[in-house]
C-alpha cells in the first residue's frame, strides 16, 4: 500500500510539472506572437517607406528584407546593428531612437517571413577568407561592380545593387556571410548565384575567396 501511494504521488507530481511546462510553453508562444505583431506594427511606421509594406523592397533604392536566403543567414546580432546604427552613406539611417526592445520586435516580425531555418550560427562560424585580394579585384571589376560599383558603393554609384562596400556595412557582416550570398545568390532579386553549372558566373571557391578578400579591402 505504501510503494502504490507513493506511486500515485509521483504520477501526480509528474502530471502537474508537466501541466506547468505545457502553461510555460503556451505563454512562450503567446508572447512571441504578441511580439511579431507588435514588430509588424513598428515596421509599418518606419520601415515601409524604402523597404515596402511586404519587406520585398525596392530595386535601386532598398533591398528585400524578406528574403529567405537573407534571412536563413543573418544572424539577430547583424540584423539588430544595421537597424540600430544604420549604414552611414547610404540611405538607411539609424534607429536607434528606437530602443532594443522595438528592434527586436521588428527582427521576430522579419523572421516570421520565412519558413527556412535560421543558419547563421553556422555561417558565423565559417572560416575568415583568406583569398587574393589582387585577384578578387580582377573578379569584382569584371563580375561585381555591374550592380554594385567599382567601389562597392551600390544605389549612390547609380547601380542596382547594394552597397556591399559601406563601411558600416562590413564591419558587421561575416565572411561566411559574403560567401553564402555569392554561391547561392537571394532568390526573387537581381542577385543571382554565382557557383555551380546554373550560376551566372561558375566561381570556384577560390575565386569566391579572391573576391572577398578584395571587397574587405572597402573597409
Known amino acids: 500500500m505504501k510503494k502504490k501511494n507513493i506511486f500515485v504521488k509521483l504520477t501526480a507530481l509528474v502530471l502537474v510539472v508537466m501541466a506547468t511546462q505545457i502553461s ?38 532598398a533591398p528585400s528584407l524578406s528574403n529567405e536566403e537573407l534571412l536563413s543567414i ?75 560599383g567599382v567601389k562597392g558603393d551600390g544605389y549612390l554609384s547609380g547601380s542596382t545593387g547594394t552597397a556591399i562596400g559601406n563601411k558600416n556595412f562590413l564591419k558587421v557582416v561575416s565572411d561566411g556571410f559574403l560567401r553564402e550570398t555569392i554561391k547561392h545568390g537571394r532568390s526573387n532579386t537581381r542577385m543571382l548565384s554565382f557557383s555551380g553549372p546554373t550560376g551566372l558566373a561558375n566561381l570556384s571557391d577560390g575565386e569566391i575567396e579572391d573576391i572577398i578578400a578584395y571587397i574587405r579591402t572597402f573597409y
Open 74 to 148: 543573418a544572424s539577430d546580432d547583424f540584423l539588430y546593428r544595421t537597424i540600430f546604427n544604420g549604414r552611414i552613406g547610404t540611405s538607411m539611417i539609424p534607429f536607434k531612437h528606437l530602443g532594443g526592445k522595438k528592434i527586436y520586435q521588428i527582427i521576430g516580425y522579419l523572421r516570421s517571413l520565412t519558413t527556412k531555418p535560421n543558419r547563421s550560427k553556422e555561417v558565423e562560424a565559417q572560416h575568415d577568407s583568406h583569398g587574393d585580394a589582387r585577384l578578387g579585384k580582377i573578379w569584382f571589376e569584371d563580375i561585381c561592380a555591374t550592380c554594385h
Open 24 to 61: 510555460y510553453a503556451q505563454d512562450v508562444a503567446k508572447n512571441i506572437e504578441k511580439d511579431v505583431a507588435e514588430g509588424k506594427k513598428i515596421y509599418q511606421q518606419n520601415c515601409v517607406f524604402c523597404h515596402q509594406a511586404d519587406a520585398i523592397g525596392k530595386p535601386g533604392f
